[in-house]
């Protein structure tokens, strides 16, 4: 059973930049960040291929924000780091992960099986 704890969030204002992590007991071949205004549906960030290294951003965010990971010694923890934060990035941020690999990554929520609890996003104007 793959565990993910997200942690990291907080408020910021508008121009700022905040980086969120997501503690996991054990690395899927695709993994990912994904948020969720609301009264809107979950979209995706971020999706990182641990087995290529490709990595895929949506394009609201594409320039804003990188993902990478660790996986040096025993801890496993996967990083969001955005910069020129918008007031319209205030959202819930969950970490995921997939437990059937396939390449190119799968970039819609639905075929993520593998949730966090999320952690929250508020940026101010």
């Known amino acids: 059973q793959v565990q993910l704890r997200e942690s990291g969030g907080g408020s910021v204002e508008a121009g700022g930049s905040l980086r969120i992590s997501c503690a996991t007991n054990?690395?899927?071949?695709?993994m990912g960040w994904f948020r969720q205004a609301p009264g809107k549906e979950r979209e995706t960030v971020a999706i990182?291929?641990?087995?290529?290294?490709?990595?895929?951003?949506a394009d609201t965010m594409k320039g804003r924000v990188t993902v990478s990971r660790d996986g040096a010694g025993t801890t496993r923890t996967l990083y969001l780091q955005m910069n020129s934060l918008k007031p319209e990035d205030t959202a819930m941020y969950y970490c995921a992960a997939r437990s059937r690999y396939d390449d190119p990554c799968q970039q819609l929520s639905s075929d993520y099986n593998y949730w966090g609890q999320g952690t929250q996003v508020t940026v101010s104007s």
């Open positions: 054990e690395w899927t071949g695709c």
């Open positions: 990182l291929n641990l087995v290529t290294g490709g990595k895929s951003y």
